[in-house]
């Protein structure tokens, strides 16, 4: 009978049997991360795990659309120019709209200005001031995004961000043990907490070597993360608990675990393909305003659906493993 | 089979009604599709105002109000935020320079007497007369030079403290300081009594625009307290076109391999999906009309990022029904018990999705709040079109019918007759679910 023994011979992935492997490789992914977190921590004078943004730190961003690309050179004369008229380090960056129709995307390259708060009574005719010698290098040159934000709500915003994300998790912690047993409750915001390390280890790797910083969209997308990507661990779980239920008798908590999450295996890579479609989508054709939105969504449910799959069920057998050894 | 008849007819009305909304009603779009500014402002403490009271935040609001207003830009808001904050929002304007100039200038209206100095230089110095005692003001042209002027009417305490200084100042010369800036110094040739005053611009008089400023200005009132920028963000009308068509390109794309992926993976099944889906977008968008939401390019992120989570429901009640049909049990079964068994985790998930959102939504800045709404608003409609939509659509089309085509559910053929030749203590156990 092909289906006599299902719990064996289903079996596509062993997660339980190498489970020290797995989570030997998982670690090995996350050193990365780790390192680029804690370098940032050291070297930030704010000790911020990622480079932070206006939106945190307060400052201002000019962007100007231009109808060429716009040379290093050309970026050097900015900023000789910038540093003239009286602004203290402009952080200069241009981008090039990829993939959007030529013909149909007026915005195609940006330079965008960051300096430091302009709004203030000091500094009111900055912004004027910058657009002329912008425009005199570049005629086509035009104003066409300002985001200012003051350094007290920098900081009010910051504040209110870490009290959002600690609520999140508290919260999270509370449904799961609520829904299930405590350990799973545990472990399910453990590898919440991994898919996390790893979006903010990409941000702060992207910091170091490409100067990206952070808004509170970023925030966002780790809230809508923390969210989202408990939904695969919620699923293999669920599955594990009804088995557990059913099998515990005739097989070993490993040989449970590891049939459930093959069982889960296809809606869990399904569902968090379909999102990944929306959000490629959005990543490639949505625009430079969202881009780094996108991509940090994108990293957070790829990171959750390995985590549910290649975390949370070796540690789950482990902990299984002890309590029954501790029952016995 | 006619209760769920008439739940399709109903599911049916609810789309019409949707495609009607979503073509008769304008969408709201936020500044940062349309184009326009956003500034918020803080009022300041200072010596004199060392706590800012509800009172104080009123007649800020009022003269701000006013002030915009008198931009005539079109529709401005004026938000209170906080204790101490406002929230301005004026469309169509990028360069806020002017609009920050209008909104944060005083207008401080002075007249003066002259004042002789210990080392014989002529000096002015302040009589008490100001701008709070006027009633209003309005631009006028002279009669004999046709030269643009600003006439002031004052109330009556104005009135008697301007006729008083008039008497006082007769024959000699009284100056009129707007904003510390000296605007013109007329010989008082009688004593005036009447409330009305005009003040000309010097040599030359004034332009329109600087007589209409001043007006304004002095019709909105003092501001009752300084008030700071401290959060600006514009948005240039190309910019917000730009992204709107992204936001189109980017949907359309994102939801057309969604569709493509469901009816690939799961044929029959995933085309009734798409069906859902699309009706789960013509609610949505009804919706946003409706309630009103404004649409910004987060809150667009937020509904596309809904499909992919929407669908995320359906793949979980058809994988459930293929294990249910793998195990032997009829069509109809298999479907009811898929989504009965899938519902706990749909549940679990739509909950901590919808959680998460709402710290957002309490705790984000405007932008933010756009994407949590319309990610909540989402997930909700998602439980309707995946549960409701899906399984009435599946029902319909399959009744109590056997199942003749497994491919068309994406099984093979040999899982069915496994399935078949099952045992009867197989279909015993199977009634657990349990692949045993």
New interface residues.
């Given amino acids: 009978?092909?289906?006599t023994n299902?719990?064996k011979d289903?079996y596509k992935l062993d997660i339980v049997k190498y489970r020290y492997f797995w989570l030997s490789f998982t670690g090995i992914l996350l050193i990365p991360c780790i390192v680029a977190i804690i370098y940032l921590m050291v070297t930030q004078p704010n000790h911020s795990p990622l480079k932070l943004g206006i939106?945190f730190t307060g400052g201002?961003i000019l962007?100007y659309?231009i109808d060429k690309k716009i040379s290093i050179d050309e970026i050097g004369k900015i900023r000789t120019d910038l540093q003239n008229i009286g602004i203290k380090n402009p952080v200069i960056q241009t981008t090039t709209e990829a993939g959007?129709d030529e013909a149909?995307?007026?915005?195609k390259n940006l330079i965008s200005i960051r300096t430091t708060f302009i709004?203030?009574?000091e500094s009111?005719?900055k912004?004027?001031e910058i657009t002329d010698a912008i425009v005199k290098d570049f005629s086509s040159a035009?104003?066409?995004?300002?985001?200012?934000?003051?350094p007290?709500?920098g900081s009010e915003?910051l504040r209110?961000?870490l009290?959002?994300l600690i609520?999140?998790f508290i919260?999270?912690v509370i449904?799961i043990s609520f829904?299930f047993r405590t350990e799973y409750g545990w472990i399910a915001l453990l590898t919440l907490f991994q898919d996390v390390i790893v979006v903010v280890g990409v941000f702060a790797i992207k910091g170091i070597f490409f100067d990206t910083t952070v808004d509170?969209?970023f925030?966002?997308a780790l809230?809508?993360i923390?969210?989202?990507s408990?939904?695969d661990t919620?699923?293999v779980f669920?599955r594990i608990r009804?088995?557990m239920?059913?099998?515990a008798k005739?097989y070993s908590s490993g040989e449970i675990i590891d049939?459930s999450i093959n069982?889960?295996l296809?809606?869990s890579i399904?569902?968090s393909?379909?999102?990944?479609?929306?959000?490629?989508?959005?990543y490639?054709?949505?625009?430079s305003?969202?881009k780094d939105?996108?991509l940090a969504?994108i990293i957070g449910v790829v990171a959750g659906a390995y985590s549910s799959i290649f975390t949370a069920g070796p540690i789950l057998s482990i902990v299984k493993e002890r309590i029954e050894k501790k029952h016995a | 089979m006619k209760n769920k008849l008439i739940l399709f007819w109903i599911i049916m009305a609810i789309t019409i009604a949707s495609i009607f909304v979503d073509y008769k009603k304008p969408a709201s779009l936020g500044l940062?599709l349309v184009g326009g500014?956003r500034l918020?402002l803080?009022a300041q403490t200072s010596s004199s105002v060392p706590k800012i009271t509800p009172e104080i935040m009123d007649s800020l609001q009022y003269a701000i109000e006013n002030r915009v207003n008198a931009m005539g830009v079109g529709e401005t808001i004026v938000q209170r935020i906080g204790t101490k904050r406002l929230l301005i929002e004026i469309p169509n304007i990028?360069?806020?320079?002017k609009a920050?100039?209008f909104i944060?200038q005083t207008a401080q209206l002075e007249f003066k007497r002259p004042k002789m100095l210990p080392d014989g230089t002529m000096d002015w110095e302040s009589t008490g007369l100001t701008g709070k005692d006027l009633r209003k003001s309005l631009v006028g042209s002279a009669p004999t030079t046709g030269e643009w002027m600003v006439e002031l009417e004052f109330n009556a305490e104005g009135a008697k403290k301007f006729s008083d200084l008039t008497k006082e100042l007769t024959g000699k010369q009284m100056a009129i300081f707007f904003n510390d800036k000296l605007q013109s110094a007329p010989r008082v040739n009688e004593q005036i009594s009447g409330g009305r005053a005009q003040i000309t611009g010097g040599e030359g008089g004034f332009e329109y625009a600087e007589a209409k400023e001043m007006v304004d200005l002095l019709n909105a009132g003092a501001l009752p307290v300084g008030a700071?920028?401290?959060?600006?963000?514009?948005?240039?009308p190309?910019?917000g076109?730009?992204?709107i068509?992204?936001?189109k390109?980017?949907?359309i794309?994102?939801?057309s391999?969604?569709m493509l992926?469901?009816i690939l993976?799961y044929r029959v099944l995933g085309l009734i999906s798409c069906f859902a889906l699309i009706i789960y977008s013509l609610v949505n968008f009804a919706l946003f009309k409706l309630i009103p939401v404004t649409l910004t390019?987060?809150g667009i992120?937020g509904f596309?990022?809904s499909?992919?989570?929407a669908?995320?429901a359906n793949?979980?009640i058809f994988?459930r029904t293929k294990?249910e049909l793998k195990m032997g049990r009829s069509l109809f079964t298999a479907i009811n018990s898929g989504f009965d068994r899938a519902f706990?985790?749909i549940f679990?998930?739509n909950?901590?999705?919808?959680?998460?959102?709402l710290?957002?939504y309490?705790?984000?800045?405007s932008?933010?709040k756009g994407?949590?709404l319309t990610?909540i608003i989402g997930v909700c409609l998602s439980m309707f079109s995946a549960i409701t939509v899906t399984k009435n659509f599946m029902h319909l089309i399959f009744g109590s019918k056997e199942m003749k085509y497994p491919e068309l559910f994406g099984l093979r053929q040999?899982d069915i007759e496994?399935?078949y030749?099952?045992t009867e203590t197989?279909r015993e156990?199977a009634k657990?679910?349990?692949?045993?």
């Fill in positions: 009978m092909a289906n299902l719990i289903k939106d201002t962007q659309s959007a149909k995307s007026e915005v709004g203030d009574k009111k005719d912004v004027g035009q104003l066409v995004q300002v985001n200012s934000v003051g007290t709500l915003l209110n961000t009290t959002a609520l999140a919260l999270m449904y829904r509170s969209l925030i966002t809230l809508t923390i969210g989202y408990i939904n919620i699923v669920d009804e088995n239920r059913f099998l005739k049939a069982q889960t296809a809606r399904n569902t393909a379909t999102t990944l479609f929306t959000l490629l989508a959005l490639f054709f949505g625009g305003t969202i939105f996108a969504i | 940062d500014s918020m803080e990028t360069d806020t320079a920050k100039e944060g700071e920028v401290i959060q600006e963000e514009s948005v240039g190309t910019l076109q730009d992204s068509n992204k936001s390109i980017a949907g794309i994102g939801i391999v969604v992926f469901m993976y390019l987060t992120a596309i990022l499909i992919g989570m669908i995320d793949i979980l994988e294990e706990t985790s679990d998930s909950v901590s999705t919808i959680m998460t959102c710290i957002l309490y705790f984000g800045a932008m933010v994407f949590a990610l040999e496994n399935a030749v099952a197989k156990k657990f679910g349990v692949l045993d």
